[in-house]
């Protein structure tokens, strides 16, 4: 097992990290094993609705993140094996903490780098990863950050959490 430290980092430097910063809508979410089983990879596509930095000219973005959960029974794979058959070495479970989590139609504004090489492509794990709702009554958008909590940009280009107590509904 692997430990991964989280520090936390301000807008200015997600910016500068990123190579790629866009908002849009999660389609579909799929993990999938190499092919010797011995490790999981969960594949997450995006609508492109908009790019605010760096370059991306399609329509849908696919993001590969380490780890996932496999929606497979190995018990009933092994119960139709021949006995002579070789024993089934396969994960089906492998979670990356602080990892952002992601469902089809969330909308989400995220700073990413690294696709395809880093172990997640959201910069600061989970810290480059905002959700985009609807405020209420406005239609203006809501964003959040992982933990549920409104943002809002100081006038440093500092990122300000609300706490729950003060996250008003507009």
Do not use: W
């Amino acid at each position: 097992a692997r430990a991964t430290v989280t520090v936390p980092i301000g807008l200015n430097q997600m910016i500068q990290a990123a190579d790629l910063i866009f908002e849009g809508q999660v389609n579909k979410v799929q993990t999938r094993s190499t092919a010797d089983g011995s490790y999981l990879y969960t594949y997450v596509t995006y609508d492109v609705r908009k790019v605010i930095s760096g370059s991306y000219d399609k329509s849908e973005l696919v993001l590969r993140f380490d780890g996932g959960t496999l929606d497979v029974d190995l018990k009933k794979i092994q119960k139709s094996m021949s006995p002579s058959s070789p024993p089934i070495s396969q994960i089906t479970r492998m979670e990356m903490v602080d990892a952002p989590k992601f469902k089809a139609g969330d909308h989400v504004f995220l700073f990413t780098s690294g696709n395809g090489h880093a172990a997640n492509p959201v910069v600061g794990f989970n810290q480059g990863s905002f959700s985009v709702t609807d405020a209420p009554g406005t239609g203006a958008k809501r964003i959040r950050n992982h933990s549920g909590h409104d943002v809002s940009v100081g006038k440093n280009g500092e990122l300000i959490f609300l706490p729950p107590a003060q996250t008003k509904a507009h």
